[in-house]
Protein backbone atom coordinates (compact mmCIF):
# COMPACT_ATOMS: atom_id res chain seq x y z
CA UNK A 1 0.00 0.00 0.00
CA UNK A 2 1.10 3.07 -1.12
CA UNK A 3 1.52 6.44 0.61
CA UNK A 4 -0.79 8.96 -0.37
CA UNK A 5 0.20 12.06 -1.90
CA UNK A 6 -0.05 15.80 -0.94
CA UNK A 7 -2.14 16.03 -3.63
CA UNK A 8 -4.43 13.50 -2.91
CA UNK A 9 -4.85 15.11 0.68
CA UNK A 10 -8.70 16.77 1.15
CA UNK A 11 -8.79 20.41 1.13
CA UNK A 12 -12.45 22.01 1.72
CA UNK A 13 -13.45 24.25 0.24
CA UNK A 14 -13.47 26.36 2.79
CA UNK A 15 -10.62 25.47 5.13
CA UNK A 16 -10.80 25.14 9.19
CA UNK A 17 -8.97 28.63 10.31
CA UNK A 18 -7.06 28.11 13.25
CA UNK A 19 -5.35 30.94 15.12
CA UNK A 20 -2.82 30.81 17.86
CA UNK A 21 -4.94 33.09 19.57
CA UNK A 22 -8.16 32.42 19.22
CA UNK A 23 -10.83 29.34 19.40
CA UNK A 24 -11.10 27.11 15.86
CA UNK A 25 -13.94 28.41 13.38
CA UNK A 26 -15.83 25.50 11.93
CA UNK A 27 -16.70 26.76 8.49
CA UNK A 28 -18.63 23.75 7.61
CA UNK A 29 -22.14 24.25 6.94
CA UNK A 30 -24.92 23.60 9.22
CA UNK A 31 -27.66 21.07 7.62
CA UNK A 32 -30.05 20.64 10.49
CA UNK A 33 -32.39 17.50 8.07
CA UNK A 34 -32.62 14.20 8.61
CA UNK A 35 -32.73 11.46 6.58
CA UNK A 36 -33.30 7.79 6.75
CA UNK A 37 -32.56 4.80 5.04
CA UNK A 38 -34.27 1.59 6.20
CA UNK A 39 -35.51 2.90 8.94
CA UNK A 40 -32.24 4.22 10.29
CA UNK A 41 -32.41 7.95 11.55
CA UNK A 42 -29.05 9.77 10.30
CA UNK A 43 -28.96 13.28 11.01
CA UNK A 44 -27.25 15.51 8.87
CA UNK A 45 -26.18 18.26 11.19
CA UNK A 46 -22.20 19.47 10.73
CA UNK A 47 -21.76 16.61 7.70
CA UNK A 48 -20.39 17.81 4.69
CA UNK A 49 -19.55 15.25 2.00
CA UNK A 50 -16.47 16.04 -0.58
CA UNK A 51 -15.86 14.09 -3.68
CA UNK A 52 -12.35 13.44 -4.95
CA UNK A 53 -10.81 16.52 -7.35
CA UNK A 54 -11.29 16.55 -10.54
CA UNK A 55 -8.04 16.77 -11.79
CA UNK A 56 -4.42 15.97 -9.95
CA UNK A 57 -1.16 17.37 -10.03
CA UNK A 58 0.38 14.73 -8.62
CA UNK A 59 3.54 13.26 -10.52
CA UNK A 60 4.72 9.89 -9.31
CA UNK A 61 8.52 10.11 -7.91
CA UNK A 62 9.74 7.91 -10.56
CA UNK A 63 9.03 10.32 -13.39
CA UNK A 64 10.67 13.01 -11.94
CA UNK A 65 14.11 14.02 -12.64
CA UNK A 66 16.93 13.79 -10.32
CA UNK A 67 17.57 17.32 -10.26
CA UNK A 68 14.13 17.70 -8.70
CA UNK A 69 15.73 15.98 -5.36
CA UNK A 70 19.13 17.83 -5.10
CA UNK A 71 18.66 19.78 -1.93
CA UNK A 72 19.13 24.01 -2.23
CA UNK A 73 20.78 26.33 -0.14
CA UNK A 74 17.62 27.05 1.19
CA UNK A 75 16.92 23.52 2.38
CA UNK A 76 19.78 22.86 4.23
CA UNK A 77 19.76 26.43 5.93
CA UNK A 78 15.96 25.34 7.07
CA UNK A 79 16.96 21.97 7.95
CA UNK A 80 20.55 22.78 9.89
CA UNK A 81 18.28 25.69 11.94
CA UNK A 82 15.83 23.13 12.72
CA UNK A 83 18.32 20.64 13.74
CA UNK A 84 20.21 23.45 16.14
CA UNK A 85 16.90 24.47 17.70
CA UNK A 86 16.03 21.12 18.80
CA UNK A 87 19.61 20.07 20.00
CA UNK A 88 19.27 23.37 21.82
CA UNK A 89 16.47 22.70 23.41
CA UNK A 90 17.80 19.38 24.58
CA UNK A 91 20.44 20.49 25.89
CA UNK A 92 19.61 23.41 28.35
CA UNK A 93 16.00 21.90 29.68
CA UNK A 94 16.16 21.16 32.98
CA UNK A 95 16.38 17.19 33.99
CA UNK A 96 13.31 16.09 35.69
CA UNK A 97 11.71 12.88 36.89
CA UNK A 98 9.34 10.51 35.22
CA UNK A 99 6.82 11.25 36.99
CA UNK A 100 7.04 15.11 36.90
CA UNK A 101 7.14 14.63 32.84
CA UNK A 102 3.95 12.67 32.88
CA UNK A 103 2.78 15.66 34.99
CA UNK A 104 3.46 18.13 32.52
CA UNK A 105 2.00 16.57 29.62
CA UNK A 106 -1.18 15.80 31.48
CA UNK A 107 -1.28 19.46 32.10
CA UNK A 108 -0.68 19.85 28.39
CA UNK A 109 -3.30 17.48 27.78
CA UNK A 110 -5.78 19.35 29.63
CA UNK A 111 -5.09 22.96 28.38
CA UNK A 112 -5.14 21.46 24.99
CA UNK A 113 -8.60 20.48 25.82
CA UNK A 114 -9.84 23.46 27.38
CA UNK A 115 -8.67 25.05 23.87
CA UNK A 116 -9.58 23.17 21.56
CA UNK A 117 -13.12 21.64 23.00
CA UNK A 118 -14.40 20.79 19.38
CA UNK A 119 -12.43 18.95 16.77
CA UNK A 120 -12.70 18.05 12.93
CA UNK A 121 -12.81 14.74 11.77
CA UNK A 122 -12.61 14.15 8.00
CA UNK A 123 -12.96 10.17 7.42
CA UNK A 124 -11.53 9.18 3.55
CA UNK A 125 -12.28 6.44 1.48
CA UNK A 126 -10.47 4.58 -1.51
CA UNK A 127 -12.11 6.42 -3.77
CA UNK A 128 -11.16 10.13 -2.69
CA UNK A 129 -14.48 10.42 -0.94
CA UNK A 130 -14.16 12.47 2.00
CA UNK A 131 -16.99 12.64 5.06
CA UNK A 132 -16.51 15.59 7.25
CA UNK A 133 -18.35 15.97 10.77
CA UNK A 134 -17.04 18.04 14.30
CA UNK A 135 -17.24 16.13 17.36
CA UNK A 136 -16.08 16.94 21.23
CA UNK A 137 -12.52 16.48 21.87
CA UNK A 138 -13.58 14.20 24.71
CA UNK A 139 -15.85 11.64 22.62
CA UNK A 140 -14.55 8.45 22.03
CA UNK A 141 -12.79 6.81 18.96
CA UNK A 142 -15.78 4.57 18.80
CA UNK A 143 -18.16 7.66 17.94
CA UNK A 144 -16.54 8.38 14.57
CA UNK A 145 -17.14 4.49 13.95
CA UNK A 146 -20.88 4.75 14.60
CA UNK A 147 -20.51 8.03 11.87
CA UNK A 148 -18.95 6.05 9.19
CA UNK A 149 -21.35 3.61 9.99
CA UNK A 150 -24.11 5.66 9.76
CA UNK A 151 -23.39 6.89 6.62
CA UNK A 152 -22.41 3.74 4.42
CA UNK A 153 -25.59 1.98 2.71
CA UNK A 154 -27.89 -0.50 4.26
CA UNK A 155 -25.82 -3.74 2.90
CA UNK A 156 -22.73 -2.79 4.35
CA UNK A 157 -23.09 -1.88 7.51
CA UNK A 158 -22.14 -5.10 8.82
CA UNK A 159 -18.77 -4.57 7.31
CA UNK A 160 -16.04 -4.07 9.63
CA UNK A 161 -13.40 -1.43 8.95
CA UNK A 162 -10.33 0.10 10.38
CA UNK A 163 -9.29 3.89 10.26
CA UNK A 164 -5.89 4.39 10.30
CA UNK A 165 -3.26 6.94 9.73
CA UNK A 166 -0.69 6.16 7.07
CA UNK A 167 1.32 4.71 7.38
CA UNK A 168 0.53 2.11 9.91
CA UNK A 169 -1.22 3.94 12.54
CA UNK A 170 -4.02 2.50 13.14
CA UNK A 171 -7.42 3.25 15.79
CA UNK A 172 -8.89 0.42 17.07
CA UNK A 173 -12.79 1.05 17.83
CA UNK A 174 -12.34 -0.75 20.83
CA UNK A 175 -9.00 -0.14 22.13
CA UNK A 176 -6.94 -1.94 24.72
CA UNK A 177 -4.04 -1.89 26.80
CA UNK A 178 -0.79 -3.99 25.00
CA UNK A 179 -0.41 -7.20 26.79
CA UNK A 180 2.61 -7.99 28.77
CA UNK A 181 5.37 -9.62 27.33
CA UNK A 182 6.96 -11.51 30.23
CA UNK A 183 5.38 -12.35 33.46
CA UNK A 184 5.31 -9.56 35.59
CA UNK A 185 7.19 -9.88 38.63
CA UNK A 186 5.52 -10.83 42.33
CA UNK A 187 5.46 -6.95 43.91
CA UNK A 188 4.12 -5.69 46.98
CA UNK A 189 0.69 -3.98 46.10
CA UNK A 190 1.58 -0.94 47.53
CA UNK A 191 4.79 -1.08 44.97
CA UNK A 192 3.04 -1.85 42.18
CA UNK A 193 2.64 0.14 39.68
CA UNK A 194 -1.53 0.63 37.94
CA UNK A 195 -1.62 -0.31 34.34
CA UNK A 196 -1.34 2.94 32.07
CA UNK A 197 -4.79 4.38 30.86
CA UNK A 198 -6.65 3.11 28.06
CA UNK A 199 -6.10 5.91 25.15
CA UNK A 200 -9.57 5.98 23.09
CA UNK A 201 -10.61 9.50 23.18
CA UNK A 202 -9.93 11.84 20.60
CA UNK A 203 -7.87 14.47 22.77
CA UNK A 204 -5.73 11.44 24.10
CA UNK A 205 -5.16 10.19 20.36
CA UNK A 206 -3.93 13.43 19.38
CA UNK A 207 -6.67 13.90 16.63
CA UNK A 208 -7.72 17.48 18.16
CA UNK A 209 -8.25 20.09 16.81
CA UNK A 210 -8.69 18.50 13.21
CA UNK A 211 -7.68 15.31 11.81
CA UNK A 212 -7.98 12.99 8.26
CA UNK A 213 -8.60 9.35 8.59
CA UNK A 214 -8.53 6.69 6.12
CA UNK A 215 -10.97 3.63 6.03
CA UNK A 216 -9.93 0.40 5.40
CA UNK A 217 -12.63 -2.41 5.27
CA UNK A 218 -11.65 -6.39 5.56
CA UNK A 219 -12.92 -7.26 2.81
CA UNK A 220 -10.05 -6.01 -0.02
CA UNK A 221 -13.14 -5.65 -2.66
CA UNK A 222 -14.76 -2.41 -1.25
CA UNK A 223 -11.54 -0.61 -1.21
CA UNK A 224 -10.12 -0.51 -4.73
CA UNK A 225 -9.73 2.60 -5.54
CA UNK A 226 -11.88 2.65 -8.69
CA UNK A 227 -14.34 1.33 -6.74
CA UNK A 228 -17.55 4.03 -4.95
CA UNK A 229 -17.52 4.69 -1.61
CA UNK A 230 -20.35 2.91 0.09
CA UNK A 231 -22.22 5.51 0.80
CA UNK A 232 -25.81 6.63 1.20
CA UNK A 233 -27.07 7.52 -2.13
CA UNK A 234 -28.24 11.11 -0.77
CA UNK A 235 -24.72 11.57 0.45
CA UNK A 236 -22.95 10.68 -2.83
CA UNK A 237 -25.45 13.29 -4.46
CA UNK A 238 -25.03 16.26 -2.11
CA UNK A 239 -21.22 15.49 -2.57
CA UNK A 240 -19.33 18.84 -3.65
CA UNK A 241 -16.43 18.27 -5.61
CA UNK A 242 -12.74 19.24 -3.90
CA UNK A 243 -10.52 21.76 -5.30
CA UNK A 244 -6.95 20.43 -6.76
CA UNK A 245 -4.32 21.07 -4.59
CA UNK A 246 -2.26 23.84 -6.18
CA UNK A 247 1.10 22.75 -7.88
CA UNK A 248 4.09 23.85 -6.02
CA UNK A 249 6.38 23.13 -8.98
CA UNK A 250 4.85 25.12 -11.42
CA UNK A 251 5.30 29.10 -10.83
CA UNK A 252 2.49 29.95 -12.92
CA UNK A 253 0.34 28.56 -10.38
CA UNK A 254 -1.26 30.86 -8.14
CA UNK A 255 -0.60 29.76 -4.25
CA UNK A 256 -3.46 30.40 -1.88
CA UNK A 257 -2.91 33.10 0.85
CA UNK A 258 -3.40 30.37 3.70
CA UNK A 259 -0.71 28.40 1.80
CA UNK A 260 2.18 31.56 1.08
CA UNK A 261 4.82 32.35 3.66
CA UNK A 262 6.67 35.32 4.85
CA UNK A 263 10.31 33.92 4.48
CA UNK A 264 11.54 36.20 1.60
CA UNK A 265 13.85 33.66 -0.13
CA UNK A 266 10.77 31.47 -0.95
CA UNK A 267 8.88 32.83 -4.27
CA UNK A 268 5.52 33.17 -5.12
CA UNK A 269 4.89 29.72 -6.62
CA UNK A 270 5.89 28.17 -3.05
CA UNK A 271 9.46 27.08 -4.16
CA UNK A 272 12.65 28.87 -3.10
CA UNK A 273 13.46 31.84 -5.79
CA UNK A 274 17.45 30.90 -6.80
CA UNK A 275 18.06 34.43 -7.05
CA UNK A 276 16.91 35.06 -3.33
CA UNK A 277 18.37 32.07 -1.61
CA UNK A 278 20.63 32.22 1.90
CA UNK A 279 24.38 31.71 1.84
CA UNK A 280 25.49 29.27 3.62
CA UNK A 281 28.31 30.16 5.95
CA UNK A 282 31.97 28.62 5.17
CA UNK A 283 32.26 27.06 8.37
CA UNK A 284 28.64 25.05 8.19
CA UNK A 285 29.87 24.38 4.19
CA UNK A 286 32.92 22.63 5.35
CA UNK A 287 30.73 20.72 8.24
CA UNK A 288 28.28 19.77 5.39
CA UNK A 289 30.98 18.33 3.15
CA UNK A 290 32.67 16.12 5.33
CA UNK A 291 29.27 14.46 6.23
Same mark, same amino acid.
Given at each position: MTNPSPSDLPVANQPIVI??????????????????????????????????PQESTYIPPSEL??????PTTNDLTLAQTALSRRTAALAHRPLQLAAQREEEAKKREKIKGERWPRTVIRVRFSDRTVVQKEFASGDKIGAVYDFVRSTLAEEYRSKTFTLYQPPNIRFPEH???? !?? =??? %??? #???FNAKP????????????????????????????NRSDRQAPLLPHLIQAATP????????? !?? =??? %??? #??TTDPSVGESGKPDAGKEKKIPKWLQKGLMKK
Open positions: DDDDVPQNQSTQNTATQTNGGVGIEMNNIQVFGAPESYFAPTTA !PA =TKK %PRS #LNQPPPVKETLLDLQLVPQSLLMVRFDEDELLPAAPDFDN !PQ =TPV %PPQ #LK
